[in-house]
């Protein structure tokens, strides 16, 4: 059997007399797009932050290719190769677009100048920022140095995702990536995916929307009640079917369930 | 307009790829407003070259002389310097009330460590920087790790240093001619020296250098960009993989080392070491960063900004003072001029929305 490239057993995590996550369990293969649902208030997010580092279960490991791994804080994560797209974005306004690329993992000039003076290269984060978005074509922005809260919200989510794929080494994860944007823009999101995936990069995609997830998932991790009910194939379930597990209406059974 | 002239409108401006971005740049108020809030330090700017020129046509060469301005410069250097500390704070959408108390108690101790306990003045003036940092450092830590609101913790060590700064001194003033016979290292910074008719101290120099320095270090640094993101949106910041909480320790401890420099140069102004000096100086600050242009909410302004705020403030009590009015206008004008600062703040701020 494959190694899981990012798995999860038994995590629990409670805040005051909530259980955000009740013993969870999760799986994501390498090279897949994991697609995870589940309603509102079923611990998605929680989940997603225990993996990525930004908070840390009460009990339970991670692993990332096998090996134990336990981030203190989101940075740690991103060292070891995993990005987090978040539904709040993680932008900051006021900073500009190549500013927000490169925050926290800033380059700085070459030689004493760098060294002593932390003097930072604005001209190759932003041409570098500038080819990553256009290699992407998710944008045409003109002017790579304007502040982030000029920028629509489908813009600020380009520059999210392109964030994300341009640093994520092993995995993706994205909330609700395509919950603000418009139809054209979602679809450019949706290649996007495809796109971070064919170089080999697993991807985990929360998402309420039942079609973009049915269309770019290899599996689907339903979430309920604070962990795992069930993974199923999308070529193998209906939408319906997927809702009625999500809402517990219809209670997985058989053999896939095993 | 006919649909006619549209199109030849769209012929002339085939690059509309700019445009789209800038769909309210039409206007003229607009476009003054995205000007403004790209170079924050505009405004504070403005107001302090037009209110030197109208001093200047008011009271001719009396104010308009070298020696006017460059004693303005000497007025404010010391709010300048702890106005300098708290923009860094004010950046990171926090307060610190505590920066005059830390100024004081580092003179202080930089007095006291040389006549009390008899050390080398270097080593005193070591121990009062060193001090200054702790101090803030402290208020770094109760805000960034005990999460306490920054007003609530700094008014907190406010009375604190103030009152540890009372009972250390036993009330007692250092008086000017033993540090100028035993320690003239001390009053190093109220030494002048003259170019043409302009008077300068070396404390205005060095209120100048830290400006330019900590204005380098907030555009020119990933340090400073953590400042601004910390300031803007913390939670977002530490998604991003800023270390806010090393970030906020450090901007506190800065300030509590720019204040205790602010000490040093405290003892150079009033010659002495007093336990009871600059009191009103973290009101000063707060003032000057407003008039600055530095927003309250953090995240947005620039230090230049807030020397300019500090130079206004001097121009007009100097000029006041030299026209003759009651000095209770200067207070009244600098009241108006808070209240003014902050109206177009919030007005700038509305580009983002």
């Known amino acids: 059997m494959m190694t899981p490239i990012l798995s999860a057993r038994q995590i629990t995590k409670k805040f005051g007399r909530v259980v955000a996550l009740d013993n969870c369990d999760f799986d994501l293969m390498p090279g897949e797009v994991l697609g995870v649902i589940g309603d509102n208030g079923a611990g998605k997010s929680t989940l997603i932050k225990a993996l990525s580092g930004a908070l840390r279960p009460d009990h339970g490991e991670v692993r990332l290719e096998g090996d134990l791994v336990q981030f203190h804080e989101p940075l740690e994560a991103r060292r070891a190769g995993i990005e987090t797209v978040y539904q709040n974005l993680a932008l900051s306004p006021a900073l500009s677009i190549a500013d927000n690329m490169f925050l926290g993992r800033e380059i700085r000039k070459p030689g004493l100048l760098g060294s002593v003076f932390r003097f930072l290269d604005r001209t190759e984060m932003e041409s570098q920022s500038r080819a990553l978005l256009t290699e992407l074509g998710l944008l045409t922005i003109q002017n790579i140095g304007q502040t982030v809260e000029t920028l629509s919200g489908g813009q600020r989510q380009g520059i999210a995702v392109a964030r994300a794929a341009a640093f994520g080494s092993k995995v993706i994860i994205m909330d609700e990536p395509t919950a603000a944007l418009g139809v054209k823009e979602s679809r450019r999101v949706l290649e996007l995916i495809r796109d971070v995936q064919s170089k080999g990069i697993s991807i985990v995609l929360i998402s309420h929307n039942m079609p973009h997830v049915f269309e770019v998932a290899s599996r689907i991790h339903i979430h309920r009640l604070g962990k795992r009910l069930c993974v199923i194939d999308p070529k193998k379930y209906e939408m319906s079917d997927a809702v009625a597990f999500m809402t517990g209406a219809k209670v997985p059974e058989g053999p896939d369930f095993a | ?353």
Not at chain 2, 48 to 77: E, M, N, Y
Not at chain 2, 293 to 311: E, N, T, V
Not at chain 2, 335 to 345: E, H, M, N, P, R
């Open chain 2, 1 to 353: 307009m006919t649909p006619g002239d549209q199109d030849s409108l769209a012929a002339e401006h085939p690059d509309d790829t700019v445009a789209s971005f800038e769909e309210e740049g039409n206007h003229f108020s607009n476009q003054v407003r995205n000007w403004l809030h790209q170079t924050p330090a505009a405004v504070p700017l403005i107001v302090l070259v037009i209110s030197t020129i109208v001093f200047g046509l008011v009271l001719g060469s009396k104010f308009f002389s070298p020696f006017a301005l460059t004693l303005i410069l000497q007025q404010v250097a010391i709010v300048g310097i702890v106005a300098l500390a708290q923009s860094l704070v004010i950046l990171t959408a926090g307060i610190d009330l505590s920066v005059g108390a830390i100024m004081v108690f580092s003179s202080v101790i930089m007095g006291q460590f040389t006549f009390r306990y008899g050390l080398p003045v270097e080593v005193s003036v070591f121990c009062g920087l060193f001090a200054g940092t702790l101090m803030g450092a402290i208020n770094g830590v109760l805000v960034a790790v005990v999460r306490l609101p920054p007003f609530i913790v700094t008014l907190g060590t406010w009375q604190i240093f103030l009152a540890a700064n009372f009972l250390y001194s036993e009330n007692e003033t250092i008086r000017g001619s033993d540090i100028a016979d035993q320690a003239p290292l001390l009053q190093f910074f109220g030494e002048k020296f003259k170019i043409g008719g302009a008077i300068f101290t070396y404390g205005v120099v060095l209120m100048l250098v830290l400006a330019v320095v900590l204005a380098y270090m907030l555009r020119y640094t990933a340090w400073g960009r953590h400042v601004y993101a910390v300031g803007d949106d913390p939670d977002a910041a530490e998604l991003s993989g800023v270390r806010t909480k090393r970030v906020l320790i450090s901007v506190y401890a800065l300030s509590g080392l720019i204040c205790a420099i602010a000490g040093w140069v405290l003892i150079g102004r009033i010659g002495s070491v007093s336990p009871t000096s600059g009191q009103l100086a973290n009101i000063e600050a707060i003032t000057a960063v407003v008039i600055g242009g530095i927003s309250l909410f953090g995240g947005r302004g620039s230090i230049l900004g807030s020397l300019c705020g500090a130079l206004i403030v001097g121009v007009f009590s100097l000029g006041l003072r030299m026209v003759g009015t009651d000095p209770q206008w200067t207070y009244l004008l600098i009241g108006l001029l808070i209240i003014l600062a902050v109206g177009i703040d919030q007005w700038i701020r509305k580009v983002a929305v």
